[in-house]
């Protein structure tokens, strides 16, 4: 694999990441120029930001289990 089809298979997968166009562009520049460090310690940002999305989502859904099992509750009784 060529170095132009490596970086798109890595900006394709940036983006199915969720990273936006900032992040693709400031990755692929750290790659380019020999900044790995740089270039994970940004991967590592953003998957933090994912990663505190998820909990707030799973928070939400517990919250929605809850008021689903307490309805359930009171219909039973």
């Known amino acids: 694999m060529n170095k132009e089809n490596r970086e798109d298979v890595?900006?394709?997968?940036?983006?199915?990441?969720?990273?936006?166009?900032?992040?693709?562009?400031?990755?692929?520049?750290?790659?380019?120029?020999?900044?790995?460090?740089?270039?994970?310690?940004?991967?590592?940002?953003?998957?933090?930001l994912l990663l505190d999305a998820l909990h707030r989502e799973q928070k939400r859904i517990d919250c929605l289990d809850y008021l689903v099992y307490t309805m359930q509750k009171k219909v039973k009784a």
């Open 10 to 48: 890595i900006i394709q997968n940036l983006k199915d990441a969720g990273c936006d166009n900032d992040i693709i562009t400031t990755f692929i520049e750290d790659i380019r120029d020999d900044r790995i460090d740089e270039g994970l310690k940004l991967l590592a940002t953003h998957r933090c």
